[in-house]
Every structure is written in structure tokens, then in C-alpha cells.
């Protein structure tokens, strides 16, 4: 069987991981030139967590993970205004949850695939023909494909999701945030951060750091907008939007790259009523896009992966597979959907009183007796582990009734 991949993200790479373990020819495009560099902090736990567990991930994760000991809200003067225990909260996940950098999540995956899959980076897909027992495709490089699967892992503002089932209007569901990532190298920075995430404690906009183990420094943004459009200057914006902000924001901000190595998008949420037509199918952000209010999208976006691709082998043919797919994965996702637009007044308040709100919870979350309530909050209400959604190990880890 061979499939074709359409994004070498977190989702494509995860399920290029699964379909050559299972004996498949893959190849994986991307339209960006090399992989991405740019981008944030993440939480890995939960299902994604036990999908990694599955494919043998967690050794390599851990060696790249990071130490956070808190996150911190601070004032103008850099003065902590609220705290999150975060050694607390991996105890409350029994241990199994990781702090890493998104795109080095996507370098253990690719080192896994690289070498049993082919990649081609600076190449996507230029049209699409679906057939009864097969999909007719040319890439941007004129290559001509006849594939048993495509699969449309190209993020959030998906080409496959539109060419298959139409313009993104139709399925993004914009959020009213703003997003910006990017790295930089700032010693006295670096020293003030330590081993937290420090974040402003603002309305409407903030600023978070986290300190890198190469000794520079993670910056990540997020600001209110009513108009769902990137603008053409993104650096730019980013420096206005931000510089009303203290502490060390103000240096933070001289330090933003050009657009070319910054990291920038819309906060939103993608649902598309079907996520398969014929022998192409939607995969990670391009269908199931969760936003970062909701967070566990990489999370997800693995466990999404490691579903389909234990389906792709166990079921009895491919249009059956994406079917169950579906079925077991959609409510999964809706889950989390209405969990972080439910969270999104709390992830960046929109007022002094909803800020004081949020200092107020965060301070009542830390006494004594309410481990249980934070541990729930973790996983909400989606399955807690793979074995909910039917998994099981036999002689490896399948996929039986879900």
C-alpha cells in the first residue's frame, strides 16, 4: 500500500511513523523549504502521551525535554502576581507529561521517519484526482502520483481541506486572538527567566519567556484582534501590539526577527462536518485544529495519528478504516473544541475584573485539597488513556473495537 502525506508536521510525520512500521510506502511533502524552526513551548501529555509510549517516542522526548519548575504571572516590574506549580502538576499527571519545544517534537518524529519514509520538502501537492480504488495526484514539481491514501496533515489553513471540500471560511472557527513565537538571544534574559515560564499578568495582550538549553530565549505572544487576517508586516505588528507592555518586554520586542523567522497566526478552531471523502482524509489541525486556549494539540494531533494509523492496519479496507477513524476521534476533539473556547476569558482576560478572577482561582488551586480538582482539569472530559478508545497490546498495540 502507499500513502501520501501532505505536511511534514506533528500529525503528517506521527502517522508516516505508524504506516511504515505497518509495511506502507510513504511520501511525505512540504511545502516549506526546510523544516520549521520556529515555534512554542507545548504540554505533551494525556493520550498523546500514551500514543508515544506506544511508538516508542518517550526515551528521545524525555532527553529533550524541559525542566520547568512554574509559570509565573508577573506585574510591570517583573513582581510575580500568580503562580502554577508545575512539578505539582506532572505529579497530578502521575508523571507523564513533558514540557518540550514544539519543533522539537517534529525532529524526533522525523528522525524516525527519515529514514523509512521519503520526505520532500519545498514540494506540495498541486491537484488532486480521487478515483474508486485510488487518488490520482501532481505535485508542485510536476511529479505524477497514483496513491492508495492522501492524507491532508497540512495544518490549520489546509490546500487538501480545500480542494476536497472548499474555501477554509466555511470550517474556521477564529477565536478573536492573535498569535505571534519566535527565539532570541538575550543573557540577562535568560538569567531572570531561570527554569519557568514567566508570563505578563496584562489584559488583552501578553508576553510569555521560557529560557532555552542553547541559551537563548522563547518568546511567545497572544493579543486580541476582531479582524481574522494576518497583516503583511508581521514583525511590525508584533512590536505594536506589544509595546505597551513592561518588565522585559520592551528588549524582547528590539530582538523580533523578520517575518521570514517569525512565527505568526490566527487563534482558531476547525470543524469540518466530514473529515473523508473516497480515499482522502483530513488529519491533525486541518480537521481537528483545537487552538492553543484548549491546548494538548500536539498531544492530540499524535494521538490522532497513532488512531488512524492502528485502524489502517486492523480494518478491512481503507474506507472502512477512515470511517472508524472518525467516528471514535471526532467526539474526542469536540471535547477539547468547547473546552478551550470555554477557557479562552481565563487564557487572556479581556478585563481587570476577569484578571483579578484568574489570580484569585490560580491562588485557591494551590491549597490543599484540591489535587483532584486540578488533576480532572488535565484531561477534562475526553478518554484518559488509548484503552478508552479500544486500544490494546497484543503483540504490539492495536486498535480493536472502538
Known sequence: MRALICGAGIAGLALAQRLTAHGWAVTVVERTPRPREQGYMIDFFGLGYDAAEAMGLLPRLRELAYPI???TYVDAAGRPRARIDYVRGARLAGGRLLTLMRPDLERVLREQ????????FGCTVASLEPRPDSVRVVLTDSTVMEVDLLVGADGIHSSIRQMVFGDETRFLRYLGIHTAAYVF?????????????????TVDRAMGFYGLRDGRVAAFAVHRDPVPAIPADTRAAVRHSYSSLGWVVPQALESCPPPSELYYDLVAQVEVPRWHRGRVVLLGDACQAVSLLAGQGASLAVAGAYVLGELLMTESSVEDALTRYEQAWKPVVQAKQEAGRRSAQWFLPASRARLWLRRASLTLAALPGWDKIIGASLVGKTPQSLTELGASEGAGVRVGEI
Open 69 to 71: 519548575e512554574e509559570v
Open 185 to 201: 538571544e538575550d543573557p540577562l534574559i535568560r538569567r531572570r527567566i531561570g527554569n519557568r515560564y514567566a508570563l505578563t499578568d
Open 113 to 120: 521517519v527519515a529514514p523509512v519514509a521519503e520526505l520532500r
